[in-house]
């Protein structure tokens, strides 16, 4: 990847995965706006990562989450910026209440064998598989200033 000094930023992403479906969001503001992508976001001073998650999906969907199961961790790298994103990957099946719209994310149901890809960041066509079913993974993805992957891997591993 990239040989300049780059910085970590952690962040959380999460799967509502009631087979054979899962709930996506539309992402309607900020970065990654226009795609549709699981529930996550930054990780405040002071958070977990598993704090993170459900804050994050309570604020983006109205939901509560059950169990959280950790299957993955990413790291994003852009060519021309600093910063390496850490995205630690959870996946649940259960929650309370029902999805609602807020105004970062517009919440709707796919069957997991439709998924959009098109419509979704062009990585998760490559580790979603394995979360689906229900494998751990690591992953590394290199894009250039358009979005594009350069260079990827992912890796099923035993544990995380």
């Not at 996550?40 to 977990?48: L, M, P, Y």
């Not at 109205?62 to 961790?73: F, M, N, R, W």
């Not at 066509?125 to 992912?154: Q, R």
Request: charge should be negative; hydrophobic fraction near 40%; glycine fraction near 8%.
């Amino acid at each position: 990847m990239a040989k300049e000094k780059k910085y970590k930023t952690i962040l959380t992403l999460c799967m509502i995965h009631q087979h054979p479906r899962v709930l996506l969001g539309m992402k309607k503001r900020g970065f990654g706006a226009g795609k549709w992508n699981g529930f996550g976001g930054h990780v405040e001073k002071g958070e977990t990562i598993e704090a993170a998650t459900r804050r994050e999906i309570m604020e983006e969907a109205g939901l509560e989450v059950g169990a959280l199961e950790k299957h993955g961790v990413i790291e994003f790298e852009w060519q021309e910026k600093p910063e390496i994103l850490e995205v630690h990957v959870f996946r649940t099946n259960t929650f309370s209440g029902e999805p609602q719209e807020s105004e970062e994310m517009k919440p709707q149901w796919f069957e997991v064998e439709k998924l959009p890809y098109e419509e979704m960041w062009v990585d998760d066509k490559y580790w979603s598989p394995l979360l689906f079913a229900g494998k751990k993974f690591t992953a590394k993805f290199l894009f250039d200033s358009a979005d594009n992957v350069i260079e990827h891997k992912v890796l099923a591993v035993n544990s995380l």
